[in-house]
T-cell receptor, first 112, second 108 residues
Framework: SQTIHQWPATLVQPVGSPLSLECTVE??????LYWYRQAAGRGLQLLFY??????ISSEVPQNLSASRPQDRQFILSSKKLLLSDSGFYLC???????????FGQGTRLTVV | GIQVEQSPPDLILQEGANSTLRCNFS?????LQWFHQNPWGQLINLFY???GTKQNGRLSATTVATERYSLLYISSSQTTDSGVYFC??????????FGQGTRLTINP
């Protein structure tokens, strides 16, 4: 069966520090991968999605970037965090051609 | 872009009550999902329902794609049903667009 792993679960980082959040999927090949952010407990905003290795689409301009170095690995990064980057970040995957999406457990990021 | 609106934004009920949550969307969509976000933030898949009706225990969902809405029914509510319920629709290249959610509180 397929599983998705996301870490760390919580993270407190100072303003101006770098960020790297990792997400990996097991049990499937060539998944679509997504990064979402949830602020204030409501509404998930799509940040990035990827349909293959090295293919990244950005939905909103922001201080973040994403990379997909391997088929089942998706990384969210920042060179310098801002206070406004605080939030709950969720990684998700779906099978190509079908869009039932499955989510990881999320990372709660607090920038101080 | 597509708009996804959920109602009501908040709902407080006593244990044992029934509830109906609504999701309206502004454009044709290929697929629709309902999720429950638990107190730890994890999104739990409830239904993948582009059209028609599905049931799973005390929960059921109906999507009328031609009229651009979906309903989630919860019967005989339990305190463990508390949390935020989201609908999400597929729009564009396999992207899910979420509504703002309905926060359900079930009191004992």
């Amino acid at each position: 069966s397929q599983t998705i792993h996301q870490w760390p679960a919580t993270l407190v980082q100072p303003v101006g520090s770098p960020l790297s959040l990792e997400c990996t999927v097991e049990g499937t090949s060539n998944p679509n991968l997504y990064w979402y952010r949830q602020a204030a407990g409501r509404g998930l905003q799509l940040l990035f999605y990827s349909v293959g290795i090295g293919q990244i689409s950005s939905e909103v301009p922001q201080n973040l970037s994403a990379s997909r170095p391997q088929d089942r690995q998706f990384i969210l990064s920042s060179k310098k965090l801002l206070l406004s980057d605080s939030g709950f970040y969720l990684c998700a995957w779906s099978v190509t051609g079908a869009t039932e999406a499955f989510f990881g457990q999320g990372t709660r990021l607090t920038v101080v | 872009g597509i708009q996804v609106e959920q109602s009501p934004p908040d709902l407080i009920l006593q244990e044992g009550a029934n509830s109906t949550l609504r999701c309206n969307f502004s454009d044709s969509v290929n697929n629709l999902q309902w999720f429950h976000q638990n107190p730890w933030g994890q999104l739990i898949n409830l239904f993948y329902i582009p059209s028609g009706t599905k049931q799973n225990g005390r929960l059921s969902a109906t999507t009328v794609a031609t009229e651009r809405y979906s309903l989630l029914y919860i019967s005989s509510s339990q305190t463990t049903d508390s949390g935020v319920y989201f609908c999400a629709v597929e729009w564009g290249a396999q992207k899910l667009v979420f509504g703002q959610g309905t926060r359900l509180t079930i009191n004992p």
